[in-house]
């Protein structure tokens, strides 16, 4: 059961993910890359990518913080604070090259906090072999939209596709990770309802 120090914790956890910048444990994959020379409208567009992703990476802090939260088995909750670890890198790497861009973070980020909080919350509660099977199926979708992103971002810029491809292959691993411990496999329905409201999101945080 989780403890007073546990939400005492957790309350911190989130006040730093959307009201300070973000820790990384790891220097961007960007970071010895020139940057790219690109027109207004293409330095827009893949700012505004990224502050996708960046939403995506406020999301996945509060999934595996409401998830950790109501892991049963220690084991589980260690590997899922210690893959929120990594998504703090990414979201410390989308920070830094949405600033370089001249964009802007999405005003929208306390909303799907609250929201994939309780989300990660009532998946713990469901019992751990469902939580994974929701981090799995998660960090699956996740990695497909970090590939269409690729697909997107012109390819003179280096920086921004150096940071995808490194957040996609940790993405790929989170997914592996969940497997291994056991995670059960959602019913298409919930998969297809999952990727609608995720669709939903990246639309919105696009212009927002």
Same mark, same amino acid.
């Given at each position: 059961m989780p403890t007073l120090d546990d939400f005492i914790l957790g309350f911190d956890r989130a006040l730093r993910t959307l009201a300070a910048p973000a820790r990384e444990s790891?220097?961007?994959? %960007?970071?010895?890359?020139? +940057? %790219?020379?690109?027109?207004?409208?293409?330095k827009d567009h893949v700012a505004r990518l990224m502050r996708i992703n960046h939403s995506g990476e406020v999301c996945a802090q509060a999934l595996y913080q409401g998830q950790a939260l109501t892991a049963r088995i220690p084991a589980n909750r260690e590997a899922l604070q210690g893959a929120a670890q990594e998504e703090e890198d990414h979201l #410390?790497?989308?920070?830094?090259?949405?600033?370089?861009?001249?964009? !802007? *973070?999405?005003?929208?980020?306390?909303?799907?906090? %609250?929201?994939?909080?309780?989300?990660? *919350?009532?998946?713990? *509660?469901?019992? +751990?072999?469902?939580?994974? %099977?929701?981090?799995?199926?998660?960090?699956?979708? &996740?990695?497909?939209?970090?590939?269409?992103?690729?697909?997107?971002? =012109?390819?003179? +810029?280096? !920086?921004? !596709?150096? &940071?995808?491809?490194?957040?996609?292959? +940790?993405? #790929?691993?989170?997914?592996?990770?969940?497997?291994?411990?056991?995670?059960?496999?959602?019913?298409? =329905?919930?998969?297809?309802?999952?990727?609608l409201s995720s669709k939903v999101m990246t639309r919105t945080v696009y212009w927002v």
């Open positions: 790891r220097p961007s994959p %960007a970071r010895a890359i020139p +940057d %790219a020379a690109l027109s207004p409208a293409e #410390a790497w989308c920070e830094e090259r949405i600033a370089e861009l001249g964009g !802007r *973070v999405s005003f929208l980020n306390p909303l799907w906090y %609250a929201g994939s909080f309780a989300l990660g *919350v009532l998946a713990g *509660v469901a019992g +751990d072999r469902w939580n994974l %099977a929701f981090l799995k199926e998660t960090e699956r979708q &996740v990695e497909g939209h970090l590939a269409h992103h690729l697909d997107q971002i =012109p390819a003179a +810029d280096a !920086r921004t !596709r150096a &940071v995808i491809a490194q957040m996609k292959t +940790d993405e #790929a691993g989170h997914a592996e990770l969940a497997q291994s411990l056991g995670a059960a496999e959602f019913p298409p =329905p919930i998969k297809w309802a999952m990727a």
